[in-house]
């Protein structure tokens, strides 16, 4: 973990820097370790959309995923490697992502002849050289003296990770459903329903405060709910109008993914769930994942404060919409 820290007073902090269907990076503070949680920005981007809040991207002390979905990973092999940190996934989203980055591409038949000729080429040369190091012993060791000294020591290609579009600095690997310390901050990693391999949702817990960040998935169930109660912070996927989705530009397929029980949470889902099995404990409610094409920021906090009447403390300038294009200001405890 980072020794040297910049932090404010508040040692607690929760920032979105975005939240939507083109990239989704928050912060989370605790103590002396800072987590971003999902890097669906560019490294550039990123960092920028850090500084406008005052965070120093250099003091980030590790990155946690959620999913493999490109709005969530699309920056993130090139921030990790930036900055030399640990990314922390479970194993059946590692595989998920390293497959996306190397896909399986399909050959033609005569692109498989020529690969193997080429490949046999490759092996005949390989033969000839090895038949000309058998040289006398004589015209060895001239071949030897006349070479540099420093050719004689081997150098390591420092350009090979590089090529290798999944290669990080380090990898850790965690489950749902137990819990893990990263620095000064406890997390709790829970399954959540929706399209990915192994997506989880996350309860942060440092110096008795408690956030969670539950976007992408279908529907609440029982798992979630549970994880969800008695915190002290609430990212909660806001997602589409129904109306606006069935009347939008996507084509049909997509429809029944976003509305299925492993798609997105419809603002109508989320106003029940806020209005029924919310226990109100949250000072602060973030709405999130809003779609551009599908939601409009008025639909989705009418629904929240309307499902809220009954937590008159949450409303007002305590319930957010996190947004795609602009961080949030740092909600601080």
């Known amino acids: 973990m980072h020794r040297l820290k910049r932090y404010a007073h508040f ?31 560019s490294c550039r981007e990123l960092f920028r959309r850090m500084r406008m809040v005052d965070e120093d991207p250099a003091t980030l002390d590790a990155i946690i995923i959620t999913h493999e979905h490109s709005d969530h990973v699309a920056g993130l092999a090139v921030t990790a490697r930036k900055l030399g940190i640990p990314v922390y996934f479970t194993e059946g989203t590692h595989r998920a992502w390293v497959r996306w980055l190397s896909p399986r591409r399909q050959m033609t038949y005569t692109q498989w002849l020529e690969q193997c000729r080429k490949q046999a080429a490759a092996r005949m040369a390989e033969a000839d050289a090895a038949m000309n190091d058998e040289c006398d012993p004589e015209e060895a060791e001239i071949s030897a003296d006349s070479a540099p000294v420093e050719t004689a020591v081997p150098i390591p290609d420092k350009t090979i990770p590089e090529k290798d579009p999944t290669w990080l600095p380090s990898i850790q690997f965690f489950q749902a459903g137990k819990q893990l310390q990263i620095g000064d901050i406890s997390v709790s990693p829970f399954t959540i329903p929706h399209d990915a391999a192994d997506p989880v949702g996350f309860v942060f817990q440092a110096e008795g405060v408690r956030m969670a960040v539950a976007t992408d998935l279908g529907y609440i169930p029982p798992n979630v709910k549970a994880q969800l109660k008695s915190v002290d912070l609430l990212l909660l996927e806001s997602n589409h109008d129904l109306e606006m989705l069935r009347d939008g530009p996507y084509p049909w397929s997509v429809k029944q993914r976003v509305l299925s029980r492993v798609g997105h ?37 009418i629904s929240a404060e309307r499902a809220l009447n009954g937590h008159a ?17 740092n909600i601080c405890f």
């Open 11 to 41: 040692m607690v902090r929760f920032t979105v820097l975005a939240s939507g269907s083109k990239g989704n990076c928050t912060v989370v503070t605790g103590g002396n370790t800072r987590i971003l949680v999902d890097a669906g920005l």
């Open 265 to 301: 949470l419809s603002n109508e889902a989320t106003a029940t769930y806020l209005e029924t099995e919310y226990d109100g404990q949250a000072t602060y409610v973030i709405l999130g994942h809003l779609s551009e094409s599908n939601n409009l920021p008025e639909l989705a906090r």
């Open 313 to 329: 403390t949450l409303l007002g300038d305590r319930l957010f919409l996190a947004a795609q294009h602009e961080p949030m200001s």
